[in-house]
Every structure is written in C-alpha cells, then in structure tokens.
C-alpha cells in the first residue's frame, strides 16, 4: 500500500467517515470497526505496572460495535424489573441514559437474549477490542489526544457521596470509528478474564486469562479520576458485583477463534511450597517476649510485587502446618484505587518474615479493611473490603476460604454485596459459643461514629447486619444500634452478652476525664448501651486489640496516649508497677488483662522488655525508641493466639510475641 492510499485512509478515519451506523430491532446504533493492527497497553509504571508490556496486537477480523452504551430503555426490554435502579443516587433515571447495576452476568444475559431475538451473534468485547476500538488510530492517553476536552469531564475525582451527573449517552466527542463515551459516562464489562499480558510482541485476535477472579472493564466512569480514562487503563471488577459506576455496550461478531490467552498470574510467595503437614504445637510455662521483628519487610524489585511508601492495617492469623500468615496493604494513599492488598508469612521454625508478596486485588479498586481468622479444622477465613470507586466509604465484603495453610484460595464471594457504609472490616473475627461468626466493620469513614457488625448462624455462608436503626446516644448509659468508636475489637462474655471496645467516641467517666468507650450487646448486636471504660481513648492512627485468652482472662492492647492530640484533660502516659513493686509512668502501647469480663483490668503492663531498641513501625508511626518505659507510641495493632498460647501481636510494621506469662510477671 504506497502512502497516498494511507494518507486517504487516515483522513477518512480521522474524519468519522468511515462509521456505517445501523440500527437493530431494539434501537441500538451498531457501526463497523475494521480489522487491523495497533500497539496495545503502556509503559506500565507505577500503579499501571498491569498495562506492560506495551505489544503489538492484530485484530484479524473487522466487528461491529454499539455506538454508545446499552441505555435503560434498550436494556429494561430484556428485563423490565431493572428499572428499580432508575434514579438511585440521582443517576441514571431517563431511558437515554447508561444503564448501571449490570453485573457480568446480567450483561451476558443480556447479550444471549438479544442474540435470540435477532439470530445474530451478539458479545460483550474482548478488552483488545475494546482499547483497539477506543484507540481508533491513536496512541495518546485519550483519543481526543492528551487531555480530555471538558464535555467528557463529570465528577472526575475522588469522592465518598455519589454525585448526580446526566448519563445521557453520545453527548461526548465521538472517535473516528464513531464510538462515543469511550472515555467516563460508565465503565464497560469486556468478556476477558483479568490477567497479565503476554509476554510475547505479538499476538493475533488475544484474549484473557483461560480463568480467573475478575472481569475486565475499561473506559472509567462518571465517577472516575480522569487519569484511569485513558485507552490503556485496565480495572476489573468481581463478576457479581454491581453498581452505579459500571454498564456496557455489545459487539455484534461471531466468538473469536483465537487460543491466544493472556498469561497467568505468578503464584506469590506466601502461597508457594506450603508445608501441609500438621504441626505439634507446644506450650511453654516459662514467661516469653521474644525480640521484636519487622513483618513488613520489602520485597525484590524483580518479584513484580507492588510495594509502596505507606504500609498499614495489617492481620494475621495461625496456620495448622505452625505457620503464621500475615496481610496488609500497601498504597501511596489510603483513599486511592492503587491500594494494594500484599502478605508475608513467618514458616515454623524461622525466625524471620519473608519478604512480601502479593495476596489479593481487585484491579483499580479501593481495598480497605483486611481480617484473617482460623476457624477451627483446617479453614482459614479471610475477608476484605472492595470499594466500587477510590475512597473507603462505599466498600462491599468479600469472603476467601482456604483449607489448605493458605496455600491456595477459593473465588471471591461478595458476603456483603451492596457497596455502602457499615463494611470497612476490621481484623478481630469472633466465632460465639454457639458457632456463630461476627465480623467488625467501620459503621461510617470518619475518625468517629461507631463500628457495625455482621453476623453469620451458618459458619459463613450466609451474613446479616442485625443493626436496629435506631441513633447513637455515645454517652453514659446512652444506647444506640452503633458499637461506640470505630475500629472496635469484639469479644463474647461468658454470660452470652457482646462487648466491644473502640476508637473515639470518647465518654467522660464520673471524674470528668474522658475514657474509651465501652459497648454491652444483649441482643447479639441490635443494640447496645454505652459506659465509660477505665481505658484511656486512643486516635488517629491507632487501633486496638480486644479478644479472650485461651487461659480464660480477657485482653486488650491498646495505647496509653495519642502523642499528638492529648485529648484526655492532658493525661499523658500511664501508671505501670515495675518488677520491684514500684510505680512508673509508660508511654506507649500496652497490655491489660480482666478476669471479671471487662469490669476492671488490674494488670496492665508497658509492651517492652526494657531493652533499648530504635524501631520502625511503618504507617503513621515512622521511628520510635523502645526502652523501659516506652512502647511503640501507635500504631494499628492485629493480634492471634496461636494453639501454644503464644500471643503474636502486630503493629503497623513489628511483630511482637509474648505469652500470659509474661504479661502476669511484673
């Protein structure tokens, strides 16, 4: 082809004249895309680390594609009962408008249906399409060039409240193959399983993962920064999940052909070569603090694990083979979509933690709020929050199990599906006498306003929110549906009832001075009265572990000042008795212990052994020292008892393990 027919061809193009726009028999535009070649992804960096590598990919057969996005009046003839999401958040009301809450299936559904009707195949597209289709011969972030004009500009930021926008379709600039809302309005379901590209340059009419967690979606949202708008942008989504950011549009083709899948995912390292057998755990009567180590320990560049400045909110949990595995996550910014959820394990008999590896991520999604619990046998339980944008207030919980050492996982379940308030989890799983499971998840995103609970009677395959509705009075003997303070820790007392203790929320005890809060269910958690507790308060940037020994006392871990924000009438430090009976002022975390069900905790004791130590405690804790009166000043702490009583704390970056022993020996 000499270059005057290629100068021909990219006028015509970049002209919109080669759209040929028809209609099908339930209104949707269907222009024809031309087969062709183009160099798919980018250079990868940062975050965008899944767009590399960048590679050339042949589309070997020309398709057609819907103009716009399927709308609610193209949609709702399929399935009429879907207008019962017309207008939630003010979005979407009119039939011109993207249809959202489409999950993967519903959009599949869809396309068979349609398909039916007409006696022509019609699909979801595969993601090379779908950047070959929205590139349309450009290799700039956007094909209206570098920058999006501000016609395609809605709510293009982080955000926790939805925002009303008109989703009304084909109102942008449309692409030179005659595509509109390629960039924002909704993010579209591609038919791929999210997996990394191939490695090989080349590839001809490619698809996704052979399996897989998640589903691809691209061109971002209404409610999406505009830097994950851009041609090369990948995100996914759990196929079950739906919401208002996320609908589609159709390719009328037949299925590709191609065997060409995407690579799998590399295994990480803490679910490689996992010893199955199981370990004898022994106990040990003798007072333990062993020395305290870092969990958080970086990973090789050449792991291709994401690993960032700001590692925080971690859990752990034992394993039956005497492992101990620990999660986090790792992120620039806590409110981002780069937030990525990594894990480190401590092998039986090592005395180091190896460096860390991925765990789990749903590709540009919000993933606030990790929990890791054994429930008895050989079943690990994890739970994570998923937001449906960037920041952590609208978070859906999803639930993992493994049986075998956490070697490997079964899919994501979505256990709390409607992204909103009340699902921020926290670690500190409890399971009842009765077998029941609570989990504990932030009630609201503020520093206060109370930590919710879900419920499940039937070993986890079922939850439920048993939350009354009625408003919060945190006060002395005040009542409310709400446990007091966020980040609560959860524990059931002998005589069935729920206590919990939290962050915030603080209430005046009858000297004035303001204490933590503290929360008594006797309605399994559809209310609760508050008091003040004897605990000091604690705040940004701490979070404390409430939960009961194997030997029988209940214990807390918590901290005995904020070092910023002293809002206990001044109060800084606690009164601790030293190993010679004599009192002295400690600053930092500790431990107490109660063996009247949380009335009265008449031991606590500083968490250090006296030895001089500069540490690193991650997060917002940064350097501190350790000596005989100071402890690690904040932090957000995790705690499990492993079957030898050993009892193996974290922090925002330090592994502590200590037993009751030790805590009882002043």
């Known amino acids: 082809m000499n270059r005057i027919s290629l100068l021909i061809i990219a006028i015509i193009l970049n002209s919109g004249l080669y759209a040929q726009i028809e209609k ?27 767009e590399a590598p960048m590679h050339k990919v042949t589309i070997s057969r020309p398709f057609k594609m819907g103009v716009t996005e399927i709308t609610n009046v193209q949609y709702e003839q399929f399935d009429p009962s879907h207008s019962q999401y017309r207008g939630k958040y003010g979005l979407s009301p009119n039939d011109d408008d993207a249809v959202i809450y489409v999950s993967y299936s519903d959009a599949i559904a869809f396309c068979k249906w349609l398909s039916e009707k007409e006696g022509k195949t019609y699909r979801l597209p595969t993601e090379a399409e779908w950047e070959y289709a929205c590139r349309a011969g450009t290799y700039s972030l956007f094909y209206t060039g570098d920058y999006l ?44 399983w999210y997996a990394p590209y191939p490695s090989k340059e080349d590839a001809i009419d490619p698809l996704g993962g052979e399996d897989g ?16 708008l851009r041609s090369a942008n990948r995100m996914a989504m759990i196929p079950e999940d739906k919401h208002w950011l996320t609908g589609f549009r159709i390719v009328q083709a037949d299925y590709p052909n191609s065997k060409e899948y995407a690579s799998q995912s590399r295994m990480p390292e803490n679910m490689l070569n996992i010893d199955q057998k199981k370990h004898i755990w022994k106990k040990e009567a003798t007072p333990i603090f062993k020395e305290p180590v870092r969990y958080v320990v970086a990973p090789d560049c050449k792991t291709g694990t994401p690993f960032y400045s700001h590692n925080h909110c971690p859990t752990i949990t034992w394993c039956n083979n005497g492992d101990l595995l620990a999660v986090w996550f790792t992120a620039d910014q806590e409110n981002g979509r780069g937030i990525e959820i990594i894990g480190s394990r401590l092998r039986q008999g090592k005395g180091q933690w190896e460096p ?16 890791l619990f054994h429930k008895g046998g050989d079943t690990l339980m994890y739970f994570n929050g998923v937001e449906a944008a960037g920041d952590w207030q609208n978070l859906a919980i999803v639930q993992r199990i493994s049986i075998d050492n956490g070697a490997t996982w079964d899919r994501p379940r979505m256990i709390v599906p409607e992204h909103g308030k009340r699902n921020q989890v926290i670690s500190g799983t409890v399971r009842t006498s009765k077998g029941w499971l609570i989990q504990a998840a932030d009630a609201t995103p503020e520093g206060e306003g ?34 007091a303070g966020i980040h609560a820790g959860i524990v059931e007392l002998k005589d069935g009832n729920l206590m919990a203790l939290g962050r915030g929320d603080a209430i005046k005890n009858r000297e004035g001075l303001l204490r933590m809060p503290m929360s008594i269910s006797s309605d399994m958690g559809q209310t609760w009265k508050y008091a003040a507790s004897e605990l000091p308060p604690i705040d940004g940037g701490q979070r404390l572990v409430l939960m009961r020994l194997h030997e029988g006392p209940l214990m807390v871990i918590s901290f005995t000042h904020h070092p910023y924000r002293l809002k206990n009438n001044g109060e800084e430090g606690m009164t601790f008795i030293d190993s010679e009976n004599k009192e002295f002022t400690g600053y930092g975390a500790y431990a107490a212990l109660s063996w009247d069900e949380g009335k009265t905790w008449p031991v606590k004791k500083l968490i250090t052994d006296g030895k001089e130590r500069l540490l690193y405690g991650q997060a917002w804790t940064g350097h501190f020292l350790m000596d005989k009166t100071h402890a690690e000043p904040r932090g957000y702490l995790a705690a499990t008892q492993s079957p030898d009583n050993m009892i193996h704390l974290l922090s925002s970056g330090i592994h502590y393990q200590f037993n009751l022993n030790w805590l009882m020996n002043q």
């Open 149 to 192: 004009p501000n016609s395609f500009l809605k709510n293009q930021k982080l955000y926790r409240d939805p925002v009303a926008v008109s989703l009304k379709v084909g109102q942008s600039k449309a692409n030179s193959f005659g595509l509109y809302d390629m960039h924002g309005n909704v993010e579209e379901w591609c038919s791929d």
């Open 356 to 371: 860390a590896s991925r765990f789990f991520k749903v590709p540009d999604r919000n993933m606030t709020g990790s929990a």
């Open 213 to 228: 967690l998640f589903r691809v979606t691209r061109g971002g949202s209404h409610g999406t920064p505009a830097e994950y």
């Open 24 to 50: 099908n028999t339930i209104g949707i535009d269907i222009t024809k895309i031309p087969a062709g070649y183009f160099w798919m992804g980018s250079e990868g960096k940062g975050e965008n680390y899944d």
């Open 450 to 483: 109370g930590t919710a609970i879900h419920i499940s009677k039937d070993g986890g395959a079922t939850w439920y929110d048993p939350n009354s509705g009625i408003p919060n009075n945190f006060t002395e003997g005040g009542t409310g549906s709400n446990i």
